[in-house]
């Protein structure tokens, strides 16, 4: 297979030289049709870039040259893990920084983001009182959804207090008004009755 002889070009270091081997598989069709193997994929979901490496197993290559080359050695950034771009250190290349918890870390992200557009949705929804043109409180909201045929749905809670106060302030006025006309009325009365009485004697 022409991906075998390739990938053994470049363990043995007969291969193309640094740069352009990795050119050369990223090209190659039948090495593309095995990239999920050892590259692993993308997770599913909008605004996610990690990478799902569960069912990949990880392709590192070197040279030889390039081993004795580097003051490092093998410990230095010798090393090619297919589906990368970079050369790394062994342990880099084997590591998985955009895989699990750079997915954590982008799930949550993207959760975060749905609930703020949840709630930008829920707030363009909010009533505004009809009287002082406040938002009504989430209380007060619940309150006016679950009583439908509740009096005097388009107020907030404050203005509703308000409203509520007033009409009591007006009720006890109209009732002292009352109570005033009956008493100048009794009053009236009980004067013509003494006159009348004073007028017999």
């Known amino acids: 297979m022409v ?3 390739r990938l053994a070009g470049l363990l043995g270091g007969r291969g193309p030289r640094a740069g352009v081997e990795r050119d050369i598989l990223d090209r190659d069709p039948p090495f593309l049709t095995i990239r999920p193997y050892f590259a692993g994929t993308t997770y599913a979901g909008g605004g996610i870039t990690a ?3 569960h069912q990949a197993v990880p392709v590192v290559v070197t040279e030889l040259e390039r081993i004795t080359a580097d003051p490092d050695g ?3 950034k010798v090393w090619h893990r297919l589906g990368r771009e970079e050369w790394q250190t062994l342990t880099d290349a084997l590591d998985n920084p955009d895989g699990d918890r750079l997915y954590v870390v982008q799930a949550e992200q993207v959760r975060k983001r749905q609930r703020e557009r949840e709630a930008a949705a829920r707030e363009a929804q ?3 009182c009809r009287r002082c043109g406040a938002k009504f409180t989430d209380d007060r909201w619940d309150t006016v959804r679950h ?3 509740m009096q005097h749905r388009e107020l907030c809670g404050p203005c509703l207090d308000e409203h509520w106060q007033q009409v009591r302030a007006e009720k006890a006025a109209r009732i002292q008004a009352e109570e005033a ?3 100048e009325a009794a009053e009236a009365k009980a004067k013509k009755g003494r ?3 004073g007028r017999r004697g």
């Open 195 to 197: 006159g009348l009485f």
């Open 147 to 149: 009583h439908p045929r």
């Open 181 to 183: 006309v009956a008493r």
């Open 3 to 5: 991906v075998h002889d």
């Open 74 to 76: 093998a410990a230095g």
């Open 126 to 128: 909010r009533p505004m």
């Open 51 to 53: 990478v799902d490496y």
